[in-house]
């Protein structure tokens, strides 16, 4: 461990650089929408539905790869996940058809839910101590951001530099560097696994299942994440291919998600010490509550090239908030003892509503030719979001590990 730091600030360090490049690579695959699409002459629908499925498999295997986490640590779950997203990426940049990058998406997706928030913010908050939790998993979940505010740019770069088939080669090669890191972040897990090991009779995984799905509480915040990742997932997938539309200069796309990413740096450590600070729930409700207003802002002035900077920063500012919110909220209902498991049930549904808005943009732009009923849809979504975050109680529901 590297002198000076503690082992949980070292944790975070490690974490925090495994989601950089994991989701700043991730978050970067909206620039790759227009020129795939081009190239292979297929409609947009097609690549957009590639980038659902690595969405829709990240969500849908997280809580499985989050329960081989909780059962056998982190290293091996994780380093499986590094080789299968630096796989899928490869197999995205020398796709040749539509089916080729269906199967690139299915890969990157399966990769993500073994290295993505779910197994790493897990790992964190099992370590941290509950009063510095929420702290602790903004500032992995910074990590993220940073990725964003630096990985766009850099494939950006790549793009115009290689094409953008020599762009995802280097995307390929730089997503290796996760497997040392994993490494690091396990430094100094013995004890902690040892730990859950031992306590492993003390429930049944049905048990833990079947009361965190009788929980008012864990229901409505399953819904809420929906709508959280159809949000993001849309901007992520469609907003570069909007601001073309738009005739805005192409470097806007770029400068609009690296924005995204640099806002959202503040946004989430600020949202973890509001977290620790003030009652989980009700942030949650502010922070849907704004999206909604700013898309509402955007979709009813002029679309400028002003209109849209400002947009995005003020939707970075909003933008992963909800993670260490979210996650935040299953440890202190359950406890940290399956917070990768419950987490990952949360968070299939964030990654299902992103799925859908994936999917959904490129269908009805195909079908109406813009992207409207999108916007609109998603400022209903917000509004539903807020009310549905209003009556969750932050307090525990039942701690799994102690009895």
């Known amino acids: 461990m590297t ?57 849908a295997l997280a809580p499985f790869t989050g329960a081989l986490a909780d059962k056998f640590g982190l290293k091996r779950v994780a380093i499986v996940g590094a080789l299968f997203y630096s796989g899928g990426i490869l197999i995205l940049s020398n796709s040749a058809s539509p089916q080729e990058l269906l199967l690139g998406g299915i890969i990157i997706g399966s990769g993500l839910s073994g290295l993505g928030f779910t197994v790493i913010l897990g790992a964190v908050g099992k370590f941290a101590p509950p009063e510095k939790r929420g702290t602790a998993l903004g500032l992995t979940t910074m990590g993220g951001s940073i990725g964003m505010f630096l990985g766009v740019p850099v494939t950006g770069t790549f793009i115009q530099s290689f094409g953008w088939s020599g762009a995802l080669l280097g995307l390929a090669a730089i997503s290796l560097v996760m497997i040392p890191l994993v490494y690091g972040l396990v430094q100094n897990d013995k004890i902690t696994d040892q730990k859950n090991q031992t306590n492993d009779a003390g429930e049944r995984l049905s048990e833990v ?85 700013a898309f509402i802002i955007y979709i009813i002035t002029p679309i400028t090239v002003i209109s849209t900077l400002i947009f995005t920063f003020v939707l970075g500012i909003l933008w992963l908030g909800t993670v260490p919110l979210t996650s935040g909220l299953v440890a202190t209902f359950f406890g940290p003892k399956y917070m990768s498991m419950l987490y990952g049930i949360v968070f299939f549904s964030h990654q299902l509503g992103g799925f859908v808005s994936s999917w959904m943009g490129g269908w009805i732009f195909d079908l109406t030719g813009d992207y409207n009923i999108m916007w609109w849809f998603s400022v209903l979504l917000g509004l539903l979001a807020a009310v549905l975050h209003y009556p969750i109680k932050d307090r525990p529901v039942i701690i799994f590990g102690t009895r």
């Open 209 to 293: 299942l079947s009361h965190a799905l009788k929980s008012k509480n864990f229901l409505l915040l399953v819904c809420g994440f929906f709508i959280c990742g159809f949000h993001v997932n849309f901007i992520v997938a469609h907003l570069p291919a909007f601001i073309s539309d738009m005739s805005l200069p192409g470097n806007v796309a770029t400068t609009s998600l690296a924005l995204i990413g640099f806002a959202n740096i503040f946004g989430v450590a600020l949202a973890g010490r509001l977290g620790d600070k003030y009652k989980k729930n009700d942030v949650l409700v502010a922070l849907y509550a704004l999206r909604a207003l």
């Open 3 to 59: 002198k000076g730091l503690t082992p949980l600030q070292f944790k975070i360090i490690c974490g925090g650089l495994i989601l950089a490049i994991a989701v700043g690579i991730r978050q970067s695959f909206g620039l790759f929408l227009e020129p795939i699409s081009t190239t292979l002459q297929i409609g947009r629908e097609t690549f957009a539905l590639s980038i659902g499925l690595v969405n829709l498999l990240w969500g």
